[in-house]
């Protein structure tokens, strides 16, 4: 267990709705990451949080949104979802913000868009 | 900008035999390693990483790697395959100054017994 708490871990919306996924970072970890993982891109870069301040952002939709709040668990928002947006999420945490900090996942959400 | 590349899809090997997985990377600047490996229906989990210092990096589950900065490679080993190491696994890195992470696109370690 790595201590980093994602829910829901299974989710299944239509087309066209919107979406959050909860993202509980490990004790103590003030840095929080967001991955898409699917079978065509593999596993890309969404957006880092520091501390409640966005700190990095990677291939993240419009569409998509996140937050970091006070008590450091961040959200993801995914809205007018499309059948593309079908994969796995998975928020990571970290101790600190610098390069050479290895990162603690989640299990990940997995959203079926139907 | 920063890539990293797996050329292998699937690794096969015997237990028992050493394996390697194969990881390339480019990076401006000093570049930091790192190997995570994923089991079916689980996140990453971190293995190893490389900063600054011996190129030979130990880390969990008995994994090594090697990082060779003119080959500008961090190939993963393991003297002695376990079935149980069978799992999909990721070669990333990041640069002096930078928050993303880039992962590999993952290469599946497939251990026979």
């Known amino acids: 267990d790595s201590g980093v708490t994602q829910t829901p871990k299974h989710l299944i919306t239509a087309t066209g709705q919107r979406v959050t996924l909860r993202c509980s970072p490990r004790?103590?970890?003030?840095?929080v990451y967001w991955y898409q993982q699917s079978l065509d891109q593999g596993l890309q870069f969404l957006i880092q949080y520091y501390n409640g301040e966005e700190r990095a952002k990677g291939n993240i939709l419009e569409r998509f949104s996140a937050q970091q709040f006070p008590d450091l668990h961040s959200e993801l928002n995914l809205s007018s979802l499309e059948l593309g947006d079908s994969a796995l999420y998975f928020c990571a945490s970290s101790v600190e913000q610098g390069p050479y900090t290895e990162a603690f996942f989640g299990q990940g959400t997995r959203l079926t868009v139907v | 900008a920063q890539s990293v590349a797996q050329p292998e899809d699937q690794v096969n090997v015997a237990e028992g035999n050493p394996l390697t997985v194969k990881c390339t990377y480019s990076?401006?600047?000093?570049?930091?390693l790192f190997w995570y490996v994923q089991y079916p229906n689980r996140g990453l989990q971190f293995l190893l990483k490389?900063?600054?210092?011996?190129?030979l990096v130990k880390g969990s589950y008995g994994f090594e790697a090697e990082f060779n900065k003119s080959q500008t490679s961090f190939h993963l080993k393991k003297p002695s395959a376990l079935v149980s190491d069978s799992a999909l696994y990721f070669c990333a890195v990041r640069n002096t100054g930078g928050f993303k992470t880039i992962f590999g696109a993952g290469t599946r370690l497939f251990v026979k017994a």
């Open positions: 990076v401006s600047g000093n570049p930091y």
């Open positions: 490389y900063i600054t210092g011996d190129n």
């Open positions: 004790s103590g970890d003030l840095s």
